[in-house]
């Protein structure tokens, strides 16, 4: 098994910045990729942003030029650093682990194998 636990959500006003964090642990073999998807209230879960191994990101339409993801391969940790903070980023953000890490569909839910309990962020107006 593997946890993910999720940290550096909280309450901003629009136009501010944020830093989540994401911490793997456990039953942790080879390569891994690792995405970030939000769930906004009465809304899918959407993706927002993924890296592989090597370093390739992705970014949905939404989170270019204001969202950057980044990961620490010793710590097994991903970030994901928002600024320009809008209300429309407000929800839950969700971290998750794919063991392939060439991400064949970044921005799918079942591409993932591994799912952190999600930090709440806020952006008010």
């Known amino acids: 098994q593997v946890q993910l636990v999720e940290s550096g959500g909280g309450l901003v006003q629009a136009g501010g910045s944020l830093r989540l964090s994401c911490a793997a642990s456990?039953?942790?073999?080879?390569?891994?990729?690792m995405g970030w998807f939000r769930q906004a209230p009465g809304k899918e879960r959407e993706a927002v942003a993924a890296?592989?191994?090597?370093?390739?990101?992705y970014y949905a339409d939404s989170a270019k030029g204001r969202f950057t993801i980044s990961r620490d391969y010793a710590k097994i940790t991903v970030y994901l650093q928002m600024n320009s903070l809008k209300p429309d980023d407000t929800g839950v953000y969700y971290c998750a682990v794919d063991r392939n890490p060439l991400l064949v569909n970044w921005d799918s839910q079942s591409e993932y194998d591994y799912w952190g309990q999600g930090t709440q962020v806020t952006v008010s107006s």
């Open positions: 890296i592989g191994y090597g370093g390739v990101t």
């Open positions: 456990g039953r942790i073999f080879g390569s891994l990729a």
